[in-house]
């Protein structure tokens, strides 16, 4: 079983043969990219707008099982790649070993995960999860849509967001960026992670007492900080690591992502701050506040949970 999965995620041919082209890889070109954020920001903006003329704010649109579905299929699809990537990884610093004798830039496999060697090639194993990767981050651009028409809702983070990170994971495959095979681990567990339990939120299932999917965003971002540091010291004292061009704009980009969403994790924290004093001033001044307080507990969470979309 285990050598029939090694060879179907690591071995297979398609997989060992994989490079990335811009005349035989699906959206591979610069063309495509620009064209399909462009597309992604238009549609997203119109469909805000029209829903906002003919429907009151207050007016939600039945998606069924759809969202959940999306959810589901997200998270497998993460679940696949996570374990790809990490099969073919364990394959290639099995055949490259011999090569990093000839580099000063390398000589752990840890080090291999935060550098390439000058030089290294978008081609082989770990190139074909980082393209399989690259293509369902379109599949992640459904969910702005949900959120529209359920909630009605568009923030400029979350429209920047899903764009920014759909252009990283291009760099990565144009430019056989340092550091991608380890970003991809991370990202990939967090979204099976957290797209299985929007599942499980969405099927009816009781949801955690706290905000889930934000502290799983905050580690995510925090591994990804300290992985940084770890890039410059071996790219500077090690001798350079492949694509770091492309690292450093990657880098400006996941700044401006982090502020982004530290401001909004701030602002979540002090309307949750307010709700609380709201609720522990009803509390002491009527009854009818203890039976919504005791209708809260026997959900298992507080009424301030706020989830983020």
Not at 86 to 115: G, H, M, N, V
Not at 156 to 179: A, D, V
Not at 277 to 298: F, L, R
């Amino acid at each position: 079983m285990m050598q029939s999965l090694k060879y179907w995620l690591a071995e297979h041919p398609s997989i060992v043969n994989f490079r990335w082209s811009h005349t035989q890889s699906f959206g591979s070109t610069w063309s495509f990219l620009f064209a399909a954020i462009a597309v992604y920001i238009v549609a997203v903006i119109t469909l805000h707008s029209f829903l906002s003329l003919i429907l009151s704010k207050s007016r939600r649109i039945p998606l069924g099982p759809i969202p959940a579905i999306h959810s589901l299929c997200v998270s497998l699809i993460s679940a696949v790649i996570f374990v790809g990537i990490l099969y073919s990884a364990a394959a290639e610093i099995r055949d490259t070993r011999w090569f990093w004798r000839r580099t000063k830039t390398i000589s752990t496999p840890f080090q291999w995960f935060l550098c390439f060697p000058l030089g290294t090639r978008p081609s082989g194993r770990v190139f074909f999860w980082s393209y399989v990767f690259y293509l369902s981050r379109f599949l992640h651009l459904f969910r702005t849509f949900f959120t529209i028409l359920r909630h009605r809702k568009l923030t400029f983070f979350h429209l920047f967001n899903q764009s920014i990170l759909l252009w990283m994971s291009f760099l990565w495959l144009e430019f056989s960026q340092s550091f991608q095979v380890l970003a991809i681990l991370l990202a990939t567990l967090l979204y099976s992670v957290v797209y299985g339990y929007r599942f499980w939120t969405a099927i009816g299932l009781p949801s955690a007492c706290f905000p889930f999917v934000v502290n799983c965003q905050v580690v995510l971002l925090a591994c990804n900080l300290i992985s940084h540091f770890g890039v410059i010291f071996l790219h500077f004292l090690k001798g350079g690591c492949n694509g770091m061009g492309a690292w450093g704009f990657n880098s400006v980009l996941n700044g401006v992502i982090l502020i982004l969403f530290l401001n909004f994790y701030v602002k979540m924290h002090l309307r949750k701050k307010n709700v609380e004093d709201i609720d522990g001033n009803s509390n002491s001044s009527s009854s009818s506040s203890s039976s919504s307080s005791s209708s809260s507990s026997a959900h298992g969470c507080s009424r301030s949970d706020i989830k983020f979309e």
